[in-house]
């Protein structure tokens, strides 16, 4: 078990904490933590695992905004990203 953290990187703080349970990942965990957060109009980054529309849709409800990493695994929504 370990956690997952939210850091706020101008103030060099972690302002949550979600644990990620034994057989488990960040996918299940990112939803989890975003419920105690207002980020109402602020960036939310999060690395590849978290590129999962249910996840982009949590962000959006709370009115946030977000960069996501892509990596090739993510095959037709990678080669989307190329052709802009």
């Known amino acids: ?12 703080i972690c302002i949550g904490q979600q644990k990620v349970e034994d057989k488990s990942n960040e996918i299940t965990a990112i939803p989890k933590i975003l419920n105690y957060l207002d980020i109402e109009d602020t960036v939310v980054s999060i690395d590849a695992i978290g590129t999962k529309t249910k996840i982009v849709e949590h962000i959006l409800d709370k009115k946030g905004h977000y960069i996501l990493s892509v990596k090739g695994n993510q095959q037709e929504l990678f080669e989307d990203i190329e052709h802009w």
């Not at 078990?1 to 060099?12: D, F, P, T």
Request: proline share 0%; hydrophobic share 40%.
């Open 1 to 12: 078990m370990y956690n997952l953290n939210a850091w706020v990187s101008e103030n060099n």
